[in-house]
């Protein structure tokens, strides 16, 4: 089972822009990969998706503002968000699957505030 560890996360203003990365202890070339975020008081939602071929999927609330990456050379999947709101505060969670099998990473604390 792959092991997944966020980091990147932190405290940034209204506006503003966070890079968050997710390394994996193993091959990912063949997992899907994919961003959580759980937000206080809410279940944990996904935030973006990235199948093995490179399709990608984000849902309407963070489309145009959360892009996910990947580099399978080096094992490491990233979430750019920009424009962040403060609705925005959460932790984030990287996520894989490779056939039956899923990982979670431990998640990183995003905190949007003025």
């Known amino acids: 089972q792959v092991q997944l560890v966020e980091s990147g996360g932190g405290s940034v203003q209204p506006g503003g822009s966070l890079r968050l990365s997710c390394a994996a202890s193993?091959?990912?070339?063949?997992?899907?990969m994919a961003w959580y975020r759980q937000r206080p008081g809410n279940q944990r939602e996904l935030v973006a998706v990235?199948?093995?071929?490179?399709?990608?999927y984000y849902p309407d609330s963070v489309k145009g503002r959360f892009y996910i990456s990947r580099d399978n050379a080096k094992n490491t999947v990233n979430l750019q968000i920009n424009s962040l709101k403060p609705e925005d505060t959460a932790v984030y969670y990287c996520?894989?699957?490779?056939?039956?099998?899923?990982?979670w990473g431990q998640g990183t604390q995003v905190t949007v505030s003025s």
């Open positions: 193993g091959s990912i070339r063949f997992n899907a």
């Open positions: 996520w894989c699957r490779g056939g039956p099998v899923e990982s």
């Open positions: 990235m199948s093995s071929d490179g399709n990608t």
